[in-house]
């Protein structure tokens, strides 16, 4: 079965003593707690944000990208490789910050997947559309597309290291949230893509995460969808308040 899963996105935040003290905070009240819980702090805190989370094995770290190149002289750039050499297991890929702003492209993005897939990590895939594309019903055109130009280009065995994340770009950092039935709706329709392109076990396996202003008051009414297996969580995750109190609302 899936499991259930929050990723902390902390984004391009946080000093190496504040990202000490929030995990400390979260680690403090959550001692019992045995949902999957996944940090993705910049690149240059991966290995110390790691080796705090040592001894819990629930809690691991993601990256928040890498590169389409294997290596060579591209200055810069992270490798798929060099992440798997400091035992980094998870990395996210497809963020729309990422698609706006450094030009991530779903050709890039297709051979950023094969190059962490490559390396044993496991993929936290972001799709997501725009307001405009809601407004005018193509959002499940947009993510089909998505997902068809990119993830859906692997064969069965590596798509198990996939995981999906639904953020619909007008919900991310906005305060404003998808309804939860809007979410269940498309995460719905991902699950349908999934056992369509692969088979109804792996659609069931997949975990299909919701991010876009996830915060303690929604959390709860979103994680109660079927089809909801957890969060991708930005601005909430830099509160260790917030974050463990996401966490606790499964
Ligand atoms: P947000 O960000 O929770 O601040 O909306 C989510 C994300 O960008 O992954």
């Known amino acids: ?81 060099m992440l798997n050499s400091i035992e980094v297991r998870y990395v996210i890929l497809g963020h729309s ?10 050709e890039v993005l297709k051979e950023k997947v094969e190059r962490a897939i490559d390396n044993n990590l496991t993929v936290i895939f972001c799709c997501g559309e725009e307001i405009s594309q809601r407004e005018s019903n193509q959002h499940f055109d947009v993510i089909k597309q998505q997902l068809d130009s990119t993830i859906f280009k692997l ?6 290291n996939i995981i999906i994340a639904y953020e619909p770009i007008w919900a991310i950092g906005t305060g404003k949230t998808a309804s939860s039935d809007q ?18 076990i792996t659609g069931t396996n997949t975990s299909i995460l919701y991010g876009g202003s996830c915060k303690p008051v929604n959390a709860k009414d979103l994680f109660s969808k079927p089809d909801i297996d957890g969060g991708l969580i930005g601005g909430a995750s ?13």
């Open 1 to 81: 079965m899936r499991n259930k899963i929050v990723v902390g996105n902390w984004k391009m935040n946080l000093g190496r003593s504040e990202c000490h003290k929030l995990v400390d905070d979260i680690l403090d009240s959550l001692s019992d707690n045995k949902t999957k819980i996944v940090f993705a702090p910049p690149f240059i805190y991966l290995d110390y944000v790691s080796g705090l989370c040592l001894n819990r094995e629930n809690m691991t770290v993601a990256a928040q990208n890498c590169s389409s190149y294997d290596n060579g002289a591209y200055t810069g750039e992270i490798s798929a490789k």
């Open 97 to 106: 910050e990422r698609r706006q702003y450094f030009n991530d492209t779903d």
């Open 155 to 160: 064969d069965i065995n590596d798509f198990k």
């Open 183 to 200: 979410a269940q709706e498309m995460h719905s329709f991902i699950r349908s893509l999934v056992n369509k392109r692969y088979d109804k």
């Open 238 to 250: 830099l509160t260790s308040d917030d974050f463990v109190s996401i966490i606790n609302s499964f």
